[in-house]
């Protein structure tokens, strides 16, 4: 085992449960948020959304968050039968399911796949878009709550002909960090503690945190091939690039001892 912490740079909410199992494995976690997710400002559209929901063949949410923010707007009422639920990972699988989505109505990447992203979700979702077919992408957006993220599920949406819209369900911020903070960042930066990321925002997040510091002692995890550019790119010196399961994560942060 690793005797450096490792630092968990997912919002607050979500790094809870991965200091948690990090820690049950017998490492030395803590959190460290890079990305401070807050309400939209203006709640009308996901409540259109919902009203509209029957216009919609399939929901692609791209995180556990967007279906809990969205979920939040839901009308008791408000029937879910006739429509599919796309999940790229587990975790937004389970967020699903804990929102009273039946399992036979989620389109996920199965639990052993070796990726979790959209791309491995379009392998099993390409089949159900056709022309004039509907899906709506629930995503987070910026501070002024303009859609932020990668657009290329909607792109092979487009590309098929189908039809999709987008709603922005939260707002991902950039955090303000406190000196506990500050002084943890200095020591993942000089290799004292070893990075995790779950996203190439909370990247350039630190990096905007943080300027001037070099980052080629430091260490890191990156949970995709795309974060682990986005850290070489940043100047990590040391990096490993894993699926987002504990087995996988704990494994290529003890490679790092």
């Not at 199992?21 to 996901?46: C, K, M, T, W, Y």
């Not at 389109?107 to 491995?120: G, V, W």
């Not at 550019?229 to 010196?237: I, L, M, N, Y």
């Amino acid at each position: 085992m690793t005797a450096r912490p490792v630092i968990v740079t997912r919002p607050a909410r979500e790094a809870v449960q991965w200091v948690s199992d990090l820690r049950a494995a017998g490492l030395d976690a803590v959190a460290l948020p890079l990305i401070v997710i807050e309400p939209v400002v203006d709640a009308e559209p996901l409540r259109t959304a919902w009203r509209q929901l029957a216009d919609y063949s399939a929901l692609m949410f791209v995180s556990a968050t967007a279906v809990e923010h969205f979920f939040q707007h839901r009308e008791p009422a408000r029937a879910l039968a006739g429509c599919r639920f796309w999940a790229t990972g587990p975790g937004t699988t389970r967020a699903l399911l804990r929102a009273g989505v039946p399992t036979g109505s989620i389109e996920a990447p199965p639990p052993e796949a070796t990726r979790f992203d959209s791309e491995a979700l379009w392998e099993r979702v390409q089949a159900q878009v056709s022309a004039g077919v509907r899906v709506l992408i629930v995503r987070g957006g910026d501070e002024a709550g303009r859609p932020t993220g990668r657009d290329w599920l909607a792109n092979e949406i487009d590309a098929a002909g189908g039809r999709r819209d987008t709603v922005v369900a939260y707002r991902r911020l950039s955090p303000s960090l406190d000196v506990v903070q500050h002084q943890l960042a200095i020591d993942g930066a000089e290799g004292r503690a070893i990075w995790l990321f779950s996203s190439s925002e909370a990247i350039g997040n630190l990096q905007r945190a943080m300027p001037g510091v070099d980052w080629h002692a430091a260490s890191a995890v990156a949970t995709h091939a795309r974060i682990g550019e986005a850290a070489r790119a940043a100047g990590f010196g040391a990096l490993r690039v894993c699926t987002p399961l504990l087995d996988a994560l704990i494994a290529s942060i003890e490679s790092l001892a």
